[in-house]
């Protein structure tokens, strides 16, 4: 079983920058298809970006030339920088795992992003 524990969310400014992490165990994530996704209030559950094992990245729309997700697999671990914060960013951000091996999917219970001035 899988567990993911997200952490670095918190109170920004607009304009400003949180690096969210995302540490895992009872697995390896190295064979882990990993994304943030990201919920705000009344609202669905969106995919921010993705990032396969090889390293290759996709973002939505709004996260592209602000957002980069990056791992390490010797750390297990996925990280979101996220720059030029906007109050639209603010949400609970979850991460997500799923297995390429065993085909299951995990979440993270999320962090919360809140920008505001």
């Known amino acids: 079983q899988v567990q993911l524990v997200e952490s670095g969310g918190g109170v920004v400014q607009p304009g400003g920058s949180l690096r969210l992490s995302c540490a895992a165990s009872?697995?390896?994530?190295?064979?882990?298809?990993m994304g943030w996704y990201r919920q705000a209030p009344g609202k669905r559950r969106e995919l921010v970006a993705s990032?396969?094992?090889?390293?290759?990245?996709e973002y939505l729309e709004f996260a592209k030339g602000r957002f980069t997700i990056s791992r390490d697999n010797s750390k297990n671990a996925v990280f979101l920088q996220m720059n030029s914060l906007r109050p639209d960013d603010t949400a609970m951000y979850f991460c997500?795992?799923?297995?390429?091996?065993?085909?299951?999917?995990?979440w993270g219970r999320g962090t919360q992003v809140t920008v505001s001035s």
């Open positions: 997500n795992g799923y297995s390429l091996v065993h085909t299951k999917q995990y």
């Open positions: 009872g697995d390896s994530l190295s064979a882990y298809l």
């Open positions: 990032i396969t094992p090889e390293g290759v990245t």
